[in-house]
């Protein structure tokens, strides 16, 4: 999702880190991004009973070069260092929807795993208790291959109706 909305932002996007998970992080201005709700988005931040760390690399580790390391993805420079919030919330947002399809609202429990997930993704439209329709957790979602999105979304919709008759 992170190669996604790293693609969509282009050369909107200000100085970006990437650890060896490759895990992409964002340099953003605090406190911006502290009411986001995205699948597969956690914000780093300071709370009270929180505390995050990243390690920031030297400026100029621009390529993965030891194993284990973090390094800029997208180098730190005077002309770009932070990412406007509003344009990473969209980016991410719509890379999120290209990846796993649409959102879905309100708890449903993982198909795999059979906890519930407030990050639900419909993963396929066969045998699920609301009209077909099967959840997953962003844990096991790759675990299921993409299946049609307009099938899927309609089986959303029948899931829906079912629920209110």
């Known amino acids: 999702m992170g190669e996604r909305a790293l693609s969509l932002l282009g050369s909107d996007t200000g100085a970006v880190i990437q650890d060896n998970y490759g895990t992409l992080y964002w340099l953003i201005a605090i406190g911006s991004a502290a009411s ?26 621009t390529e993965a070069t ?21 344009a990473l919330w969209q980016a991410l947002a719509a890379a999120d929807h290209v990846e796993r399809g649409p959102r879905v609202d309100g708890r449903q429990l993982c198909v795999r795993c ?20 099967l959840y997953a957790c962003p844990r096991h979602t790759p675990e ?5 999105q307009v099938a ?3 089986a959303l919709r029948r899931g829906r109706s079912e629920a209110r008759t």
Do not use: I, N
């Open 66 to 86: 030891r194993k284990g390391c973090t390094y800029w993805r997208v180098p730190l420079a005077s002309d770009r260092y932070l990412t406007d919030t509003r």
């Open 144 to 148: 299921y291959r993409q299946h049609d």
């Open 114 to 133: 059979e906890l519930p997930t407030d990050e639900p993704v419909l993963v396929g439209s066969e045998g699920g208790s609301l009209g077909g329709a």
């Open 152 to 154: 899927l979304l309609e």
């Open 36 to 61: 986001w709700h995205l699948r597969g988005t956690r914000v780093l931040c300071e709370l009270a009973d929180e505390a995050t760390y990243l390690g920031v690399p030297p400026v100029d580790w």
